[in-house]
């Protein structure tokens, strides 16, 4: 583990960026969750129209825990072992609990994400996300929420893992644009911390 931390801080929250953290660790991570995971096909509703969500997506957490995402109910499945071991790594590097995930896979450039913010009321008003990045490299875009011409751009490559730190949720919103560069399966997970009951 490499704790070379690159920060950023455009106002109103701060993100540091570990590029190389899980370099070592990541081919054999990506290849245990393409195999493991089971990924969704998630349907978003847009203009009453039911539309396929433009990546596959799955949701692990402890038990207890309940997540609504995008209007849907995700069933919690219980951690495999290599998330189990993913989250360990991730939480040694934040200093920080984390009790779900939730994973995206972008199959190539035609898979995005569209802007949002990590703000589901679950995740209590200042949220730490600590998001990790396997496979190809992309984009990840901010922007403030009351300023959407005030923004950032960092490149998420194989391995590395981005905090993003309170109260950042609140002012940015963040997406995964596509492209149409030829690029390969890129995995992310987003590691939460849902507050129980
Ligand atoms: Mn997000």
Redesign the pocket.
């Known amino acids: 583990m490499d704790g070379g931390c690159e920060r950023f801080d455009p106002g109103d929250g701060a993100l540091a960026l570990y590029a190389q953290a899980f370099v070592a660790e990541a081919p054999a991570w990506f290849a245990a969750l393409m195999a493991e995971v089971r990924w969704e096909q998630h349907w978003l509703s847009l203009f009453g129209r039911r539309i396929a969500a433009p990546r596959l997506s799955a949701w692990y957490a402890e038990p207890g825990c309940s997540y609504r995402y995008s209007g849907l109910s995700l069933a919690a499945q219980p951690f495999t072992p290599v998330l189990a071991q993913i989250r360990a790594c991730t939480e040694a590097l934040a200093g920080h609990g984390f009790n779900s995930v939730l994973l995206n896979l972008y199959r190539d450039g035609a898979d995005g994400?569209s802007w949002?913010?990590?703000d589901e009321p679950e995740l209590g008003p200042a949220p730490l996300?600590a998001s990790v990045s396997l496979g190809a490299t992309r984009r990840l875009l901010l922007r403030r929420r009351d300023a959407h011409d005030a923004r950032l751009g960092l490149d998420l490559g194989d391995g590395s893992l981005l905090l993003m730190e309170p109260p950042l949720q609140c002012y940015w919103q963040?997406s995964v644009p596509k492209t149409r560069r030829a690029v390969g399966p890129r995995i992310n997970l987003?590691w939460r911390r849902i507050l129980t009951r």
């Open positions: 994400m949002h913010s990590d996300i963040h987003t």
